[in-house]
């Protein structure tokens, strides 16, 4: 089979074209606004399904096939992913109007998540608030972290339902997750992908109080401070650069206080979210970093796992770093109480597996004609 896939983040679009769990092609717009990408309508005799990856999908567990009447369902938790959502449902709408004869299927970041255990999925908030707003820890980057926990057992030559892991996705967006047997069991994002470790422009987790004290005593809209958590805050906010961590890191080097604080905010907050994450694990495997921070910048990766607590000195983590941009596979010495995996982040793959799957089950084929039929 062969598929197109699409993955908006939050700043950029990503295509492929895999064909048997191998990518053919593929392309990113790197300021993609939301339009559609020309020639889309090109791939029509060419693919067999087109996936989208949609970041928030609710309480769904499995990906779906779109429809008009899918897609305003999904429209309603735009508020959820403020960010994403919309690229996602954009997107969504130029592949099945380009190619209207292809059925177009939507893989849920969230859905990796959707059996978080109620300890780790529930906010300690008022009961009105969970059932009424569906108020919950839901997660993202799912697709990211199944790939990756999968790899990870691949390379370990262990079945994934023996291992803990701790699978960071450092992106644009980053998250920390606790992946057991397979399964989600913590995770650092949350009703939101604000949640969590401070990002390129995302602050995180804050002090609950501080949006309201803005809005109350500083006189600022909760549009206005909604806008600065998401797109002026995280490693952005704090060193005055894009938030790019090459830009970060450049102007750290050139001995710039903010760019310095803001590196030494960054790690400790992951690591933090790694401790967290470790006590969600009945035991640790491995941890895992993915995402294009993850696999581009291995001194830093050496500077994260070296103060982790993980019992990596820093000399060794560096050494293991001298792999390189782009290098793959075990970056911790033999010795190291926990191996530390790089995994590059193959949300393509993960997509046109997950679509071929849906896609691939007989009992699906007739419904699957008839929702693209009816759309
Ligand atoms: N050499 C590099 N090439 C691309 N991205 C890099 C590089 N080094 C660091 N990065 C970081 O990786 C991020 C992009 O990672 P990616 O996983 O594609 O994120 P996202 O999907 O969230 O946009 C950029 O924000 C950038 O800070
Ligand atoms: C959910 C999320 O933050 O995605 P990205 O990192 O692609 O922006
Ligand atoms: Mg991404």
New binding site residues.
Partial sequence: MRVLTLNP??SSLKLALVRDGAAEMTSTLDKWDGSAPPGLAEFAAAIDAVAVRI?HGGNRAEPVVLTERALAELEELTPYAAL?QPRSLAIARHAMAALPRVPVVGCF?TAFHADLPARASTYAVPAAWRREHGIRRYG??GLSVAYATAWTARLLGRPVAQLGMVCCHL???VSVTAVEGGRSVDTSMGLT?LDGVPMATRSGAIDPAIPLYLVRRAGMSPADVERALQQESGLAGLSGTSGDIRDVLAARALGDPDARLAVEVYLHRLRREIAAAVVSLSHVDAVVLTGGVAEHQPDLMAELVAGAGLGLSHASARRAAAGGDGAEGVISPPDAPVPVVVVTSREDLELASQTEHLLGSTSEAGRVRQATEDR
């Fill in positions: 983040g939050s970041v994403h970041d993202f980057h992106g644009a967006g992908p």
